[in-house]
């Protein structure tokens, strides 16, 4: 499969931090999802993509366009929609009149196909009915389907989401996953975010990162594997465990190296994560 | 998600052009800008030239001249709110070009700002004004020194709304420049002081200088250079876990 996205060698440093180390990575289409801890580099990852800031070295491509070059940069930005982490909005715009001022800036001029992108999105994301309201007047969530509008508007070839359901309600969650499976379905989405349970129901592949470089690439299944063997049970937290807890019936459950003859379970992606992390740091420390 | 029967927005919408997008984006634009701090800082600025006249007295042409120079501050303090943008992040990677989207902005200013200008001159009475042609072009320098300095913090900060840092620089430079600038690089000169002329061509050089750092500015970077000063992450590495 041809990749949307190919990337090399992509360096980047703030101050003395660096915050991406040598990434590299193909994205193809279908929902990816981007897992790591606070620090990890998946902003910044996110928003070297994007081209909302440029990397100190290395080099990528999306839908076949290098930004390195200005035209080459607003070729990939008319195939691009991008949800940031903390999206911003003319808080006296209504939800309609928001998304189409996005939408003239990804240059759909003629107006009355604008609109009906507009309404379209619109609908896409379940804010029709609200779409004459003025957005300092929308709950939290519904703002957020707004930015994830703005971000579908003119039907991107790439999306690109940073923590979409950071501060919703379970309910909210539940719709946002619902939103970006079927954004998933023709096109690339590239999902950051630190709910596990989100990439193990919404994505074919799954990235790590810790320390700026990538950890695991590799399916869900395949993170969660990585746990097999891994997690057991005990009536006391085992000191041997790299994470342990007092569950709902009262036993524990551990990750780490369990000890011989333990009760094991079956491992969840968040398990396989936790190993993934554990084994970037040992790397880190050595 | 494909709905049936959408609209493909793929060639044939997209064929507009700069000049259609500025055209269609106007009145967004105009209704995203941030009126009220321009607003307020020009209200001030003609506030300050009305005092004489509201206390029906007559300044001494120095005194003049100081409160055309206090009302081209405060009318510049209101202008570095220009480049706040509190959907920066949201609209952070369209293709628009931020020279575009800043020229519209600059558009809708630019006539609010001459019919400003032009009351403030007229505040002052005719046979106490200063040159006019020379303190338009003060005006002009430090207006644009202003825009200047907000577009330097766009393109060096993560900020949507640094117009608040830009002013208080603003601020702090119009203070500390007329008491640490030595005398022969005077630029805060009465009309009849022999060094007007040659400060006048100091004032040109401040706004070419502005002119040129604001070119500078206006471009997104392509690539860091070696003085990239993005000291901080812009959101994940410096904030506590959102989770």
């Not at chain 1, 009906?116 to 007047?137: C, F, H, P, S, T």
């Not at chain 1, 990538?214 to 937290?237: C, K, M, N, Q």
């Not at chain 2, 995203?32 to 007295?57: E, Y």
Request: overall charge positive; some cysteine; proline content about 7%.
């Amino acid at each position: 499969m041809i990749p949307t996205v190919s990337a090399s060698g992509l360096s980047l440093r703030y101050g003395r931090a660096q915050a991406l180390d040598d990434v590299s990575l193909r994205l193809t289409q279908g929902v990816t999802g981007l897992l790591g801890p606070n620090g990890a580099g998946k902003t910044t990852l996110l928003r070297v993509l994007a081209t909302a800031v440029p990397a100190d070295r290395g080099a990528f491509t999306v839908l076949g366009h290098d930004p390195a070059a200005p035209a080459g940069r607003q070729e990939l930005r008319r195939g691009l929609g991008y949800l940031p982490q903390t999206p911003g909005f003319h808080p006296d715009f209504t939800a309609f009149e928001f998304v189409d001022y996005v939408a003239i800036l990804k240059e759909l001029t003629d107006r009355t196909a604008r609109h009906r992108e507009v309404r379209r999105v619109l609908d896409q994301v379940d804010l029709a009915e609200v779409r004459g309201k003025r957005i300092k007047k929308l709950s939290g969530g519904m703002r957020q389907r707004v930015a994830l509008a703005a971000a579908l508007v003119g039907d991107p070839g790439f999306l690109v989401l940073d923590e979409p359901t950071v501060g919703l309600d379970p309910e909210q969650r539940m719709r946002f996953r619902e939103l970006i499976a079927q954004a998933g379905e023709g096109r690339t989405v590239l999902l950051s975010t630190h709910q596990t349970e989100d990439v193990a129901m919404l994505c074919h592949r799954v990235l790590v990162m810790a320390g700026g470089r990538i950890r695991f690439d590799g399916t869900p299944a395949e993170l969660t594997a990585r746990a097999a063997g891994r997690v057991w049970s005990s009536t006391e937290r085992d000191p041997a465990a790299k994470a342990g807890w007092r569950t709902g019936t009262g036993s524990f459950r551990n990750v780490g190296s369990p000890p011989d003859g333990a009760d094991l379970l079956e491992p969840t992606l968040e398990d396989g994560y936790l190993l993934t992390l554990d084994g970037a740091d040992a790397e880190v420390a050595a | 998600m494909r709905v049936s029967g959408q609209v493909r927005v793929g060639g044939q919408v997209r064929v507009g052009g700069q000049v259609r997008v500025a055209r269609e984006l106007l009145l967004p634009a105009g209704r995203a800008l941030p009126w009220r701090s321009p607003a307020a800082g020009a209200g001030l600025g003609l506030l300050i030239l009305a005092v004489p006249r509201l206390t029906d007295t007559e300044p001494a042409p120095w005194l003049a001249l100081v409160l055309l120079r206090c009302a081209i501050l405060a009318h510049a303090v209101g202008l570095a709110f220009l480049m706040d943008d509190p959907a920066r992040h949201t609209t952070a990677t369209v293709p628009t070009r931020r020279a575009l989207r800043t020229a519209v902005r600059l558009a809708l200013i630019t006539p609010v700002t001459a019919l400003w200008w032009t009351a403030a001159l007229l505040l002052v009475p005719s046979h106490i004004r200063p040159p006019t042609g020379d303190l338009t072009l003060e005006a002009a320098a430090v207006c644009v020194l202003a825009l200047a300095a907000g577009a330097a913090a766009v393109r060096l900060t993560d900020a949507p709304a640094p117009g608040v840092s830009v002013a208080a620089a603003l601020l702090f430079t119009a203070v500390v420049a007329p008491l640490l600038l030595p005398d022969q690089w005077a630029l805060f000169v009465p009309p009849g002081d022999q060094r007007w002329g040659v400060a006048h061509e100091r004032w040109a050089g401040v706004l070419a200088g502005a002119v040129v750092l604001w070119g500078i500015c206006l471009p997104e970077p392509l690539r860091r250079g070696p003085g990239a000063l993005r000291l901080r992450s812009p959101c994940g590495t410096s904030d506590p876990s959102r989770t």
